[in-house]
Each structure stands twice: as C-alpha cells, then as structure tokens.
C-alpha cells in the first residue's frame, strides 16, 4: 500500500506541476496550470491585443507575439516579472511600448518588423539585454544608452536605412557585440 501511494505521488507530482520545456498555445490556456506555463507562443493568432488570461501567468519565461497585428500594448505587460524572451516582430507597432522597460529579467528582445522609429533612453532600464532585434524598421534615432547596456551582445539592424556618417558611428558604438548591420546608403547622406 505504501508503495502504491508512492508510485501515485510521483505521477501526481510528474503530471500536476511545471513542464519548462513544453510550449503552450493560446488554445491551452484554459486547461492549463497558470503556474505550470513558462512558454507561451501566440505567433499568428491575429491578436489586436494580447489576451488578458496571459497577465496571470506568474513564471511565464518566454512569450512569443509575433505576426500579429499588435500596435500598442498596456502596462499590464510590466506584470510578467520572470519574463526574459519577448518577441513582438512583425506587428504594426510605432513605439516600442513603455511597459517593455519595465521587464528588469528581459534577456531577448525581438521587436523587428514593425514601424518603431526611435529606440528612448529608457532602453537603459534593460540591464540584463543580451539581444535586441529591431530589424527592418524605420528607426531614426537610437539612444546613447543603448550601447551602455552592460550584458549587451547582439544588435540586429538589418533594413534600417543609414548614411555613411552614422553608420560609421554605429559600428563604433557597437563594436563589443554581434552587430547585424547592412551597408550605407548614400542616399541617406
């Protein structure tokens, strides 16, 4: 009897707590242990907004948001405090949303394909960055801050559009990292 009770614990433990390695969807949310969720992928749901069931997900790690059509998102983001990849590519987002600087944990961060055209001082807030993808994007104005990034290792510019002098200060500033950047145009001079 005591082995059997044993046998039934570890199932219930195997099977009633986290699962790191496994990726949720937004059809598996309602069935799930809001404790149990640490990766979420919502790619392609055609969300305007992101759900609010995602706000009470305390341990959730990694939330992908891509290719939605996402163009501003509230401070309720600032409540997933674990969170360190965040991938909101390839929606039509103009800023980069405030709450994102309040991710202290936020080690990934992929915001390309959207419409941002400035990365703020507030970047600065971001100490734990490694990776920061703004490709494709019409950025005109880039933060002193940015390159003071302490854990900082790589920058993904691709398609935004530089002259030959900033893009000469670019690959200065950002020589201590990967820095994924296209040639000059000279029509940008």
Do not use: W
Request: proline content about 5%; glycine content about 4%.
């Amino acid at each position: 009897m005591k082995n059997t009770f044993g046998v039934l614990f570890c199932f219930l433990s195997f099977f009633g707590t986290s699962q790191p390695g496994r990726t949720y969807r937004l059809a598996d949310l309602e069935k799930a242990v809001k404790d149990s969720v640490y990766s979420l992928d919502l790619r392609r749901e055609k969300l305007y907004y992101i759900p609010p069931a995602v706000f009470e997900l305390p341990n959730l790690t990694h939330l992908n948001l891509s290719k939605n059509k996402l163009e501003l998102i509230g401070d309720s983001l600032a409540l997933l405090e674990k969170l360190t990849h965040l991938d909101l590519s390839n929606n039509k987002m103009k800023a980069i949303p405030y709450a994102v600087f309040q991710l202290a944990s936020l080690t990934h961060l992929s915001l390309g394909l959207n419409q941002i055209e400035r990365i703020p001082d507030e970047i600065s807030y971001l100490t734990q960055l490694e990776s920061l993808d703004v490709y494709d994007n019409a950025i005109q104005y880039f933060s002193p801050n940015l390159k003071t990034l302490p854990k900082l290792k790589k920058l993904d510019i691709q398609g935004v559009m530089y002259g030959h002098s900033i893009h000469k200060k670019l690959v200065q500033d950002f020589k201590h990292c990967t820095l994924l950047i296209d040639p000059p145009c000279s029509c940008m001079d």
